[in-house]
């Protein structure tokens, strides 16, 4: 399907499968994928292998200037590398999810990653997710979404998420893990998370990916009018 080099913004709770919906409708409509969480995430990192953050989630105020050295970006698209190193493995890890609500609430860290956001979409054509894309980074992105899904739901996926990864969750641990990062997420002051008026709200504790992308589909047809497109070579 032809649709024109839009902004999609993919909002919504921790493990909602927001990068799964966005990786699904990048490479459906051949779009670049750009995954925001991750950058918080490589931030979280930097800031912990530099030590400064306290296991009391305390952040050292040198880590604005340590992040003018901070080189984060993503290569083949969606691996994310520090500088010269892969970290897309460490970045998923317990003891990165644990601080990084904390560190995405510092005003400078959101304001460094929104500038390498900007910097990275600014060919275009992209679908980015996160929890503030529709509302801050992208105000005017064409199409919003945000997805919801039960605690329950989004607790067993990120569980079996890991588990896949060969870490040894706790059920109970992700729970808490995920309500304390929705709570934290939803109450900062900079850039809460919060559903743009404008976006499209989807409930998927129920759906597969198949109904996820008919229903994304009808979604991006619908908007640009392409529902009942006549066939190629239709004379009227
Ligand atoms: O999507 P994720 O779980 O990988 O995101 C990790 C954290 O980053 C999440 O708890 C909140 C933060 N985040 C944010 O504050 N703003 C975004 N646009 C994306 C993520």
């Known amino acids: 399907m032809l649709i024109p080099d839009i902004t999609i913004a993919v909002d919504g709770f921790s493990s909602t499968g927001k990068s799964t919906f966005a990786r699904l409708i990048a490479k459906h409509f051949d779009f670049l994928y750009l995954d925001s969480g991750a950058m918080y995430r490589g931030v979280t990192l930097f800031a912990q292998e530099q030590g400064l953050i306290a296991p009391d989630n305390t952040v050292d105020p040198s880590l604005e200037k340590a992040l003018e050295t901070l080189d984060l970006h993503f290569e083949a698209g969606t691996v994310l590398h520090m500088g010269e190193r892969n970290i897309e493995k460490l970045i998923r890890t317990m003891e990165v999810s644990s601080q990084v609500s904390p560190i995405a609430a510092v005003p400078y860290v959101r304001r460094y990653v929104d500038g390498r956001l900007h910097a990275f979409a600014a060919s275009g054509r992209v679908v980015m997710d996160g929890r503030d894309i529709g509302t801050t980074v992208f105000p005017n992105a064409e199409i919003k979404v945000f997805l919801t899904a039960r605690p329950e739901v989004r607790a ?75 066939e190629e070579g239709y004379a009227g």
């Open 156 to 230: 067993q996926r990120r569980f079996d998420e890991l588990a896949a990864k060969g870490e040894n969750p706790v059920f109970e641990e992700v729970m808490k893990n995920l309500q304390e990062r929705d709570y934290i997420d939803s109450h900062r002051e900079t850039s809460p998370l919060r559903r743009a008026e404008d976006a499209f709200v989807l409930d998927n504790s129920e759906m597969g990916l198949t109904e996820e992308t008919a229903w994304a589909e009808g979604l991006i047809r619908g908007k640009f009018g392409l529902l009942d497109a006549p």
